[in-house]
């Protein structure tokens, strides 16, 4: 594995009997890069995260994540990884420090680091009035950028956001993304899949699925020069029409 490669896939396939939900696809993905992970619904972009977090064994192909196997270092990955899925990740019913907490403990911190993570995280976040409140009263907003810095926690060598602003307002979805500058500015790897094309543009390189399998893979600059177009809309559209 190339020291700069955070993840690293070689023909990776995940196969349920003749259908190929993920076939033979390779690429790799750079320390510190924004990385946009895009396909329509049923692309087999799920299925793909599923065998690169460790939660799915691939059928055949071969990758590594943050310097650990698929097959045999599953548990590994797990460890050095953040995670946050569209359905929000945290206890609607636990307090915005207790979440913090919880999740410390998860990630195997001690609790003093855990104590500095969670002052740091409330303070940068401005929730010193609302610490105590329970999660499920926040706002959709508040609650994404919240499940995003606790998935950093750990400083893991990469963070995999499956749809992270699904259903948020314009405003919020710009905050979001700062969010992520800011991590990967620090040297931390962002895997991200968005239905928003325009999501796509602040990416430092997209890949697209479709079928199955990558269909196009590039900075969006180069996407847009190679298909033509002047959007990543068009890019997708023209690829899906195909």
């Given amino acids: 594995m190339k020291e700069e490669n955070v993840i690293e896939a070689e023909e990776l396939t995940k196969a349920f009997g003749d259908f190929k939900a993920v076939n033979a696809i390779s690429f790799e ?19 793909a995260i599923k065998m690169l977090i460790g939660i799915s064994k691939p059928s055949s192909g071969q990758a590594t994540v943050a310097g650990f196997d698929v097959y045999t270092q599953r548990e590994s990955i797990k ?50 009035d609302i ?27 990469i963070v995999f956001l499956d749809e992270p602003t699904g259903g948020v307002d314009p405003i919020t979805r710009r905050q979001f993304w700062e969010m992520i500058y800011k991590a990967a500015d620090r040297g931390t790897t962002i895997f991200v899949t968005t239905h928003y094309m325009d999501e796509a543009e602040y990416c430092d390189r997209v890949s697209i699925m479709v079928e199955g399998k990558i269909e196009a893979l590039d900075t969006p600059k180069k996407l847009k020069e190679q298909f033509k177009v002047d959007s990543m809309n068009d890019v997708f559209l023209k690829l899906a029409r195909e």
């Fill in 29 to 47: 993905v750079k320390k510190g890069e924004i990385f946009g992970f895009l396909g329509a619904n049923g692309a087999g972009k799920t299925t």
């Fill in 79 to 128: 460890k050095n990884i953040g995670y946050m899925s569209q359905k929000f990740a945290l206890y609607d019913d636990l307090t915005v420090k207790e979440n913090i907490t919880f999740f410390g403990g998860i990630y195997g911190l001690s609790r003093a680091k855990i104590k500095e993570k969670r002052e740091q995280l409330i303070s940068e976040l401005g929730l010193e």
């Fill in 131 to 157: 610490s105590n409140k329970l999660v499920g009263s926040l706002p959709l907003g508040w609650k994404q950028k919240l499940s995003f810095s606790v998935s950093l926690l750990h400083d893991p060598k």
